[in-house]
């Protein structure tokens, strides 16, 4: 999983990345990664946030069903409206800010200024670009932008295996997240089973598909 997890991060730009079983598992195990650091008291903690970061912030338009993924990590969604609510927003217990792709033209804050925003803060960012490939720029801008964590789907557009996805972002981030699932018994993620087969298929159509 680490070699295919290298020639997927090789061909979107980014530093790690791992096959995940859907962008719903790929937005479940990124935040679990941002709150664990890949700890092991913390992995073994979660849900259970008590010694750990429990909020994450997104823009109120950005809500969407598949955010309960990040909310089975035990943390509370804190929505914002506008910039100076983001600004107010963030405090000592925000683990992540969150950021809906195809939502981006219903905030008020754009995904560059969301970026900066959190770098400035010290805080990680997280994409879900699930279901907006192609066009492929969709796929590779994100990272380029400055996202920590991007999420999205190895089936639909990319025509990958259906019930595949993509993480990928910060080395440090994925190599925690990978702490968080299979093989390992104890994790939040260890039912977001990925076999082989879809490893490697969702590394070949990717490869396809880019091409």
Do not use: W
């Not at 400035?120 to 720029?137: F, N, Y």
């Amino acid at each position: 999983s680490e070699a295919v997890g290298v020639r997927i991060a090789a061909m979107v730009g980014a530093p790690a990345a791992m096959v995940t079983s859907g962008a719903a598992a790929a937005l479940t195990l990124g935040t679990a990664a941002v709150l664990t650091g890949g700890r092991a008291e913390n992995i073994l903690a979660i849900p259970d946030l008590t010694h750990m970061k429990s909020e994450v912030i997104v823009q109120k338009t950005h809500r969407f069903p598949y955010d309960h993924m990040i909310r089975n990590c035990g943390i509370r969604m804190v929505e914002v409206e506008t910039r100076e609510q983001l600004h107010a927003a963030i405090n000592p217990k925000t683990a992540l800010l969150l950021f809906l792709n195809k939502s981006n033209n219903l905030g008020q804050i754009k995904m560059q200024e969301f970026v900066e925003i959190a770098r400035k803060a010290g805080l990680p960012t997280m994409m879900d670009a699930a279901a907006d490939v192609p066009p492929v720029e969709n796929l590779l801008t994100p990272i380029k932008l400055g996202f920590d964590l991007i999420a999205v789907s190895g089936g639909k557009g990319i025509r990958g295996p259906q019930s595949a996805g993509i993480l990928f972002g910060r080395a440090d981030l994925i190599k925690a997240a990978r702490l968080n699932t299979l093989p390992y018994s104890d994790t939040m993620g260890r039912s977001l089973k990925v076999n082989k087969e879809e490893m490697v298929g969702m590394m070949v159509a990717l490869d396809v598909f880019l091409k």
